[in-house]
């Protein structure tokens, strides 16, 4: 192989993920935020699967908000661990550590010849985290198009109540349409109830997942 060659292989292994779609899944979410008749609509048409299945007319909002996260948790989860690549992003994250490791004892050691040779490594590791992020955001769209319209018929829901109030230990006139900073209570008692669930869930895949991944990038030599 020529040096010319070379030179445009390691170009090519330089060259940052596509972020096209990133930057489209970001125009597309704004789009959802600033068109209220399009988050009415998305709310809506959840509304037609949800409705009849956990409102329970109304009478346990509670329950309401906990299977309708456990919905969104599970689906979105899901998504994401199908569509991300879990064994690039540990083989990404054992590398960096392990540079990071290096780094730190070279610095530690005075090391001046092996600081030179991991400093000229550093176009890798931002390829390396620049990579991950891009892993990262591929999911975000297709979650989005789950977890806003069931967000948005969750409104739609609040609104419908008689009471739009609940009894908790601390309050026993909780209102839900009310904001802390910005956000009003219902989203916080939603997310509160969903949180943990997807936290499960998530945690049980990635062990599923991770389980066959080898142990071959703990060598900071193997980055590329």
Not at 37 to 46: C, I, Y
Not at 142 to 165: C, K, Y
Not at 184 to 198: D, T, V
Request: glycine letters at 6%; proline letters at 5%; charged letters at 20%.
């Amino acid at each position: 192989m020529s040096e010319e060659e070379v030179s445009e292989e390691k170009e090519e292994e330089l060259q940052p993920p596509a972020i096209g779609g990133t930057f489209l899944t970001m125009a597309f979410m704004l789009w959802i935020l600033i068109n209220p008749e399009l988050r009415d609509f998305m709310g809506e048409t959840a509304g037609t699967v949800l409705e009849p299945r956990i409102t329970f007319d109304y009478q346990y909002p509670v329950l309401t908000f906990l299977l309708a996260g456990i919905t969104m948790i599970s689906f979105t989860t899901i998504i994401r661990h199908f569509i991300i690549d879990w064994e690039k992003m540990a083989e990404i994250q054992t590398k960096m550590g392990a540079y990071n490791k290096e780094m730190g004892e070279a610095r530690q050691s005075g090391n001046e010849a092996k600081m030179k040779k991991l400093f000229a490594m550093q176009p890798q590791i931002m390829m390396l985290q620049s990579e991950m992020m891009s892993n990262q955001m591929k999911p975000m769209a297709f979650t989005m198009l789950i977890a806003i319209p069931i967000i948005m018929w969750l409104r739609i829901f609040v609104n419908g109540l008689d009471l739009q109030v609940m009894s908790l230990p601390w309050e026993p006139n909780y209102s839900l349409d009310d904001d802390l900073w910005i956000l009003p209570h219902w989203i916080l008692i939603y997310s509160g109830l969903s949180l943990p669930f997807g936290q499960i869930i998530m945690r049980v895949l990635k062990i599923v997942s991770n389980s066959g991944i080898v142990d071959g990038a703990s060598n900071v030599e193997n980055i590329r």
